[in-house]
């Protein structure tokens, strides 16, 4: 391939610069101020803070208050990553074969896509408040006392759906898009080479899907733990006390809340050594072993 | 292996385009037949019709003594090789061949030796572990081929096999398809838009155009005896000469010249063959050669005859160069077409 080149050597660094400042001032400067955040105990009035080393790190590791919260964090994305993708793939399949109005039911799924994880968030409370939400007047017809806020699961279930609602539109296009891309022909052979529909899924259909789904599934894990905090914000706010919340919102409540700017950045160190080992995880394993053509 | 019948089938989509006008004939047990014609001619319709992937709008499908309008395709007891191989990408050349077998609960050692056999009557013997993305076009469709083969089907059907394939590759598995279902006696419809491979491959030529029959017969009969301009212009490479003439006073007169005698009144199409014309310095028809064409085992003169292309076939020792010489028609070859309707007379 012949590679275009430039006539000077400061014309292309002056065309990534306004890219290149972004990443340092929003990315790089907070993480690096951050990590050296994570080594001090600062005042909670802004009066100086002294080096402390790995305290708040071991402060953390013998938290119990903590451990709690990386539990419920662990199963809420495990619960909001496997929902999402499962009502995604079954839409997506669903959506793929519909013939007539395809482009409706397409562009229907799709609309919450559109909505920001707070409005998300705010619509759960309206759904699912104790009193006149139409959700939990439902859940009261079955049997199911729920009370968003008071209750610690019913609040938990509360998370877990309204970020599942916010998360499969975007699996579904990835679905889609995937679903269209495999072959008509591989589809037709299978038709003829298996009778059962379910058989042609799992064996032709499925794993076909396999490098859209990978893909979605970090994507998916990185949702459940970063992008929810909208959603956490507005189903616990006022009281986040008693009620369950992600390591990413327990981040914000004790720099911000507590003031506890030390313990608070150690905490935000954690989860970016996660996500770097879920990106390693995702370029090395899946790049590399999920591909077909 | 089994006949095949299809009794007034018909295609019509749900935004009213006719595909497939009402087509109706039968298959014998082990008979080859390509349905030909040009793209939209709905050959390929037809032919997924009878696979089951579309449905069929109106008549009567039976395969075997079984009407099979309703059978899902993997009931219909056929195997399909397709145009782009459609191998699944994920499985392993054995796996691929084997799928169907697997889904008629089949036991595993006699799928692993069906697997085996096929493999190696398609040479495919050392691939078997190898995913389609590690092999060549022509292998890829060897594999299809098998997967198709080791089925032991009562119907294989081609939806333009070759078409991806180099011309060489393309000459070599047409011979090796032919032999393969020759030898399996398999009853098979071929689908292609290429007039060689279905001059050389078919024991029967169906070809369609608009959705319609135009002629069924054998490649000699289709070749010889075109039914229609439509077939005559669309069969054989360089087509057959279409001149337009006259009928008149018990001859067929292109311009001042009477070429045959007949007793048709009226303009008619007349059809010569390029190879069954002769030159030479006493013939009655004069020639105007405008390019020689060289193909090396014979060559093509590009001409006019009363204003009109026309071309010749001649054998390689004729050295020409453009310019005027005469020629005959052998009477015998020539065939009449209505001017109208382009129906043989």
Known sequence: MKRAGFTTRWLPILLLLPQLVIIAVFFYWPAAHAVQSSFYLEDPFGFGSSFVGFDNYTHLAQSSEYARIAKFTLLFTILVTFFSLALALVLAVKADNVIRGAKTYRTLLMWVYAVAPPVAGFIGLLMLNQTWGPLAELAKSVGWDFKLGVNFADTAAAMVLVSVWKQVPVNFIFFLSGLQSIPKSVREAALIDAKSSFRRFWDVTFPLLAPTGFFLLVINITYALFDTFGVVDVLVKGEPGNNPMTLVYKVYVDGFRGNDIGGSSAQSVILMVLVLALTIFQFRLIERRIHYT | ?345
């Not at chain 2, 145009?83 to 008629?104: S, W």
């Open chain 2, 1 to 345: 292996m089994a006949q095949v019948s299809l009794n007034k089938i018909r295609k019509v989509y749900p935004n009213g385009f006719e595909a497939v006008k009402p087509i109706s004939f039968d298959i014998t047990d082990g008979e080859f037949v390509v349905l030909v014609g040009p793209s939209g001619c709905g050959k390929s319709t037809l032919l997924r019709m009878v696979a089951g992937l579309e449905d069929i709008s109106e008549g009567a499908l039976s395969i075997g003594d079984r009407n099979v309008n309703h059978v899902d395709p993997a009931d219909r007891d056929i195997a399909m090789v397709f145009q782009n191989y459609a191998l699944y990408p994920h499985m392993t050349v054995r796996k691929n061949i084997g799928y169907g077998l697997k889904n008629r609960k089949i036991a595993a050692h006699d799928i692993e030796a069906k697997v085996q056999a096929a493999a190696k009557m398609l040479n495919l013997t050392d691939y078997l572990d190898r995913k389609p993305s590690q092999l060549s076009g022509g292998q890829r469709q060897r594999v299809a081929m098998g997967r198709a083969v080791v089925r032991d089907p009562a119907l294989f059907l081609f939806d333009e096999p070759l078409s991806n394939l180099d011309a060489k590759l393309r000459h070599q598995m047409r011979i090796e398809i032919k032999a393969l279902q020759r030898r399996l006696g398999v009853t098979s419809i071929y689908v292609t838009h290429d007039q060689v491979e279905a001059m050389t491959m078919a024991d029967r030529i169906i070809v369609l155009n608009n959705g319609q029959i135009e002629q069924i017969g054998t490649p000699a009969e289709i070749y010889h005896r075109p039914a229609s301009t439509f077939v005559a212009s669309f069969m054989g490479a360089p087509p057959m000469n279409l001149i337009a003439a006259q009928g008149h006073d018990g001859r067929i007169m292109v311009g001042d010249m009477a070429l045959a005698s007949n007793n048709i009144i009226g303009p008619v199409t007349m059809g010569i063959r390029p190879e069954d014309v002769e030159i030479g310095p006493d013939c009655e028809i004069p020639f105007t050669v405008d390019i020689v064409e060289e193909l090396g085992a014979h060559r093509l003169l590009h001409g006019q005859v009363d204003g009109q292309d026309f071309t010749i076939h001649v054998a390689k020792d004729v050295a020409l160069s453009a310019g005027p010489i005469r020629m005959t028609i052998k009477p015998e070859a020539m065939i009449l077409f209505d001017a109208q309707t382009g129906l043989a007379l």
